[in-house]
C-alpha cells in the first residue's frame, strides 16, 4: 500500500452504554460476569506469538472476594524476559517497515471487535478482576479503551501529515517519522484497563515493538487484551506478554542495550527508581530511550465562597469515591470556605450516608473494595492516624473490613492543619480530607493548595463568579496538568482533555493526543536535490 497522506475525518467517542434495568446489555453482561466466575484460567506468558507456561505461578482473585480465584498467571524471569527483547528485535525488523495505514488498521479493528464481542470479556475481566462496578468498567475498559485506539491512528495521520512548510526549487523537502530503534518497555497499572491496552499499544501503532509487564493485580483483563489483539492480528513478537515479579523483569529489562524507551503508569517510587536506572545505564545504552510516565497525584477541589454547594458536594463525592478513589485524579483533598462548610458537611455527610457498597455483580452498589491487601492495610493505618490525631477528625467513614473483600467505606477526614498527613501525601483509595479556611485568607488557602504536595496532577475550582474563577485559576497554573472548573477533577477523555501532569506526577506527554505519539517516533529529515549543482563556484566568486 502507498504510503501517501490522506486526511481522516475525526473519530467520535464511543457511546456509553447505560445498563439500566431490562436492557439487552445488562443481561448480556450478567450472563458473562456468571461464566467467567465459573471458571479458573491458566494465564501464560506470551512471548513472539507463542504461550509460554513457566510453573511459577500466581493467583488472580476477586478483590471483594478474596478467596474467589479466577485464574492462575505464570510469573517470567530474567530468562523469559531475554527471549521477549530477542522477539521483540526480530519483529522489529518487519512490523517497523509496515505502512502506517496497515498498521493503524490492526488497532482499528481491535477497536471495532470490542465494541462488540469483546466487550462483555473485557468489562467482564475488569469487574470481577479489579472491582470495578458496570459503570466503571464501561467507561474505561469499552469506551476508553475503543478511543485510545480509533484517536491514536487518528492522531498517527494527523503527524505525519506535519511537514516542512517550504520546499524551494529545484528541492523536495520531507519528514519521515521512523520506529526507534530498540524495543519499549511499557509498565501498566491496575486501576485503568484502558491504560493497560494503550500503553504498549501507542508505541505499537508507531512501529515499536514492545515488552508488557502488567501489574500483579490486573494480569487477568491484562491476558484478554491480549487476546484482543490477536484477534485484531496483530503480528507474533511485536507486543510480548510478561508477568512477572519486578525483581525479575525491571532488572533485566533495563540492561538491555536495545532498550529505546519506558512507557509507565504507576507510582512515584517505582519510576523514579526506573529513571535512575536508565541514568545508571545510559553509557550501555545504542541511544538514550525515551522516558515517559504518569505517577501519582495529590487531586484538589478548591471552592470560592460564591460556589454552587450541591454541584460541589456531587464533585466531592464523585470526584472522591467513585471506584474507591483508586484513580490518580480521584479528589483527595479539599479547600472549602468556613462559611459554607457549615452548610456543605451535613448534606455531604447524609449522601454518603446512602451509598452502597459490596461485590460488583450487585449493580445497585455505587462502590466495591480497594485492589488488594497492601492497599486496605495503607488505607487502614491513614484512618487509624486520623482517629488518634488533634489535628484530625474523621467525620465520615471510619470502619473497615477484609474478612471476605478489601473493604474501606467512603471516608471523610476533616483537618484543622493545611499540612496534615493526608493533605499531603497519596493514599490512592476512598479518603478525602478537607480544610475548611477562612474566606478572608483566598490567597494563602490557594498558596496551600499550590504548595503542599508534590503532584501535579488534576485539579478543580469552584465558583460561581467569573472573576474569582479567572483569578484562582491564574494562581493555580502550575498546580495541576489537567483543570476543571465547576467539575469534578475526574474523567478525562480521550479527544477531548488529553491527559497528563507535571511536577511529581509525571512527565506530561498527554495520553490521548498526538503529543504521546510524537515521543514514540524518530523524525528523519530529508532533503532531495533534482538539479544538483556542478560546479563548486558560486557567484560572487566571478570577476567584475
Same mark, same amino acid.
Given at each position: 500500500?502507498?504510503? $501517501?497522506?490522506?486526511?481522516?475525518?475525526? +473519530?467520535?467517542?464511543?457511546? #456509553?452504554? *447505560?445498563?439500566?434495568?431490562?436492557? !439487552?446489555? =445488562? &443481561?448480556?453482561?450478567?450472563?458473562?460476569?456468571?461464566?467467567?466466575?465459573?471458571?479458573?484460567?491458566?494465564?501464560?506468558?506470551?512471548?513472539?506469538?507463542?504461550?509460554?507456561?513457566?510453573?511459577?505461578?500466581?493467583?488472580?482473585?476477586?478483590?471483594?472476594?478474596?478467596?474467589?480465584?479466577?485464574?492462575?498467571?505464570?510469573?517470567?524471569?530474567?530468562?523469559?524476559?531475554?527471549?521477549?527483547?530477542?522477539?521483540?528485535?526480530?519483529?522489529?525488523?518487519?512490523?517497523?517497515?509496515?505502512?502506517?495505514?496497515?498498521?493503524?488498521?490492526?488497532?482499528?479493528? $481491535?477497536?471495532?471487535?470490542?465494541?462488540? +464481542?469483546?466487550?462483555?470479556? #473485557?468489562? *467482564?475481566?475488569?469487574?470481577?478482576? !479489579?472491582? =470495578? &462496578?458496570?459503570?466503571?468498567?464501561?467507561?474505561?475498559?469499552?469506551?476508553?479503551?475503543?478511543?485510545?485506539?480509533?484517536?491514536?491512528?487518528?492522531?498517527?495521520?494527523?503527524?505525519?501529515?506535519?511537514?516542512?512548510?517550504?520546499?524551494?526549487?529545484?528541492?523536495?523537502?520531507?519528514?519521515?517519522?521512523?520506529?526507534?530503534?530498540?524495543?519499549?518497555?511499557?509498565?501498566?497499572?491496575?486501576?485503568?484497563?484502558?491504560?493497560?491496552?494503550?500503553?504498549?499499544?501507542?508505541?505499537?501503532?508507531?512501529?515499536?515493538?514492545?515488552?508488557?509487564?502488567?501489574?500483579?493485580?490486573?494480569?487477568?483483563?491484562?491476558?484478554?487484551?491480549?487476546?484482543?489483539?490477536?484477534?485484531?492480528?496483530?503480528?507474533?513478537?511485536?507486543?510480548?506478554?510478561?508477568?512477572?515479579?519486578?525483581?525479575?523483569?525491571?532488572?533485566?529489562?533495563?540492561?538491555?542495550?536495545?532498550?529505546?524507551?519506558?512507557?509507565?503508569?504507576?507510582?512515584?517510587?517505582?519510576?523514579?527508581?526506573?529513571?535512575?536506572?536508565?541514568?545508571?545505564?545510559?553509557?550501555?545504552?545504542?541511544?538514550?530511550?525515551?522516558?515517559?510516565?504518569?505517577?501519582?497525584?495529590?487531586?484538589?477541589?478548591?471552592?470560592?465562597?460564591?460556589?454552587?454547594?450541591?454541584?460541589?458536594?456531587?464533585?466531592?463525592?464523585?470526584?472522591?469515591?467513585?471506584?474507591?478513589?483508586?484513580?490518580?485524579?480521584?479528589?483527595?483533598?479539599?479547600?472549602?470556605?468556613?462559611?459554607?462548610?457549615?452548610?456543605?458537611?451535613?448534606?455531604?455527610?447524609?449522601?454518603?450516608?446512602?451509598?452502597?457498597?459490596?461485590?460488583?455483580?450487585?449493580?445497585?452498589?455505587?462502590?466495591?473494595?480497594?485492589?488488594?491487601?497492601?492497599?486496605?492495610?495503607?488505607?487502614?493505618?491513614?484512618?487509624?492516624?486520623?482517629?488518634?490525631?488533634?489535628?484530625?477528625?474523621?467525620?465520615?467513614?471510619?470502619?473497615?473490613?477484609?474478612?471476605?473483600?478489601?473493604?474501606?467505606?467512603?471516608?471523610?477526614?476533616?483537618?484543622?492543619?493545611?499540612?496534615?498527613?493526608?493533605?499531603?501525601?497519596?493514599?490512592?483509595?476512598?479518603?478525602?480530607?478537607?480544610?475548611?479556611?477562612?474566606?478572608?485568607?483566598?490567597?494563602?488557602?490557594?498558596?496551600?493548595?499550590?504548595?503542599?504536595?508534590?503532584?501535579?496532577?488534576?485539579?478543580?475550582?469552584?465558583?460561581?463568579?467569573?472573576?474569582?474563577?479567572?483569578?484562582?485559576?491564574?494562581?493555580?497554573?502550575?498546580?495541576?496538568?489537567?483543570?476543571?472548573?465547576?467539575?469534578?477533577?475526574?474523567?478525562?477523555?480521550?479527544?477531548?482533555?488529553?491527559?497528563?501532569?507535571?511536577?511529581?506526577?509525571?512527565?506530561?506527554?498527554?495520553?490521548?493526543?498526538?503529543?504521546?505519539?510524537?515521543?514514540?517516533?524518530?523524525?528523519?529529515?530529508?532533503?532531495?536535490?533534482?538539479?544538483?549543482?556542478?560546479?563548486?563556484?558560486?557567484?560572487?566568486?566571478?570577476?567584475?
Amino acid at each position: 500500500m502507498s504510503d $501517501a497522506i490522506f486526511k481522516a475525518p475525526p +473519530p467520535v467517542n464511543e457511546p #456509553i452504554l *447505560g445498563y439500566g434495568p431490562g436492557s !439487552q446489555e =445488562k &443481561t448480556s453482561i450478567k450472563l458473562q460476569l456468571e461464566k467467567m466466575a465459573g471458571e479458573t484460567i491458566d494465564i501464560p506468558l506470551i512471548i513472539g506469538g507463542k504461550e509460554i507456561r513457566t510453573g511459577n505461578t500466581e493467583k488472580c482473585v476477586m478483590p471483594h472476594d478474596h478467596n474467589h480465584v479466577l485464574g492462575h498467571y505464570h510469573m517470567a524471569d530474567a530468562s523469559h524476559v531475554e527471549a521477549a527483547a530477542d522477539a521483540s528485535a526480530k519483529a522489529w525488523a518487519e512490523w517497523s517497515e509496515y505502512p502506517w495505514q496497515e498498521r493503524a488498521a490492526i488497532f482499528l479493528k $481491535a477497536a471495532e471487535l470490542l465494541k462488540g +464481542p469483546f466487550r462483555d470479556v #473485557i468489562n *467482564g475481566a475488569t469487574m470481577l478482576g !479489579q472491582s =470495578k &462496578t458496570v459503570y466503571q468498567a464501561e467507561i474505561d475498559s469499552a469506551c476508553e479503551m475503543i478511543d485510545f485506539f480509533k484517536f491514536n491512528a487518528y492522531f498517527l495521520n494527523q503527524l505525519i501529515q506535519d511537514q516542512p512548510l517550504y520546499s524551494p526549487s529545484p528541492t523536495w523537502n520531507r519528514c519521515e517519522y521512523r520506529a526507534l530503534e530498540g524495543f519499549i518497555f511499557a509498565i501498566t497499572p491496575f486501576n485503568f484497563t484502558s491504560i493497560a491496552g494503550n500503553l504498549p499499544s501507542a508505541p505499537a501503532l508507531m512501529g515499536n515493538t514492545v515488552l508488557w509487564k502488567p501489574s500483579h493485580s490486573a494480569v487477568y483483563s491484562g491476558y484478554y487484551i491480549m487476546k484482543l489483539f490477536e484477534a485484531a492480528g496483530l503480528p507474533p513478537g511485536v507486543i510480548n506478554f510478561i508477568p512477572g515479579s519486578s525483581r525479575e523483569v525491571g532488572p533485566t529489562t533495563m540492561n538491555r542495550p536495545d532498550l529505546a524507551g519506558i512507557h509507565f503508569t504507576g507510582s512515584t517510587g517505582v519510576f523514579q527508581h526506573l529513571w535512575k536506572s536508565v541514568g545508571d545505564n545510559i553509557q550501555n545504552y545504542n541511544a538514550y530511550p525515551r522516558v515517559v510516565g504518569e505517577t501519582g497525584g495529590k487531586d484538589f477541589i478548591f471552592a470560592h465562597e460564591t460556589a454552587d454547594v450541591d454541584a460541589l458536594k456531587i464533585a466531592m463525592l464523585r470526584g472522591a469515591f467513585e471506584y474507591q478513589g483508586q484513580k490518580c485524579s480521584a479528589a483527595s483533598r479539599a479547600y472549602i470556605p468556613k462559611p459554607m462548610w457549615e452548610k456543605l458537611k451535613p448534606a455531604l455527610l447524609e449522601e454518603i450516608a446512602t451509598i452502597k457498597m459490596g461485590d460488583v455483580r450487585d449493580f445497585t452498589n455505587f462502590m466495591s473494595a480497594v485492589i488488594d491487601k497492601r492497599a486496605f492495610d495503607k488505607h487502614k493505618s491513614y484512618i487509624d492516624h486520623a482517629r488518634e490525631s488533634s489535628e484530625a477528625n474523621v467525620i465520615a467513614g471510619g470502619d473497615y473490613d477484609d474478612s471476605k473483600g478489601y473493604f474501606i467505606p467512603p471516608t471523610v477526614i476533616e483537618t484543622t492543619n493545611p499540612e496534615y498527613k493526608s493533605m499531603k501525601e497519596e493514599i490512592f483509595g476512598p479518603i478525602l480530607t478537607v480544610y475548611p479556611y477562612d474566606p478572608n485568607q483566598l490567597d494563602e488557602a490557594l498558596a496551600l493548595c499550590d504548595t503542599t504536595s508534590p503532584y501535579a496532577l488534576t485539579g478543580a475550582v469552584f465558583a460561581q463568579d467569573r472573576k474569582a474563577v479567572m483569578y484562582m485559576s491564574s494562581a493555580l497554573k502550575n498546580a495541576a496538568g489537567n483543570f476543571y472548573i465547576n467539575d469534578k477533577p475526574t474523567g478525562a477523555v480521550v479527544g477531548q482533555q488529553p491527559f497528563g501532569g507535571g511536577r511529581a506526577s509525571g512527565t506530561n506527554d498527554k495520553a490521548g493526543s498526538m503529543l504521546n505519539l510524537l515521543r514514540w517516533t524518530s523524525v528523519r529529515s530529508i532533503k532531495e536535490n533534482f538539479l544538483p549543482p556542478h560546479d563548486y563556484r558560486y557567484e560572487h566568486m566571478s570577476e567584475d
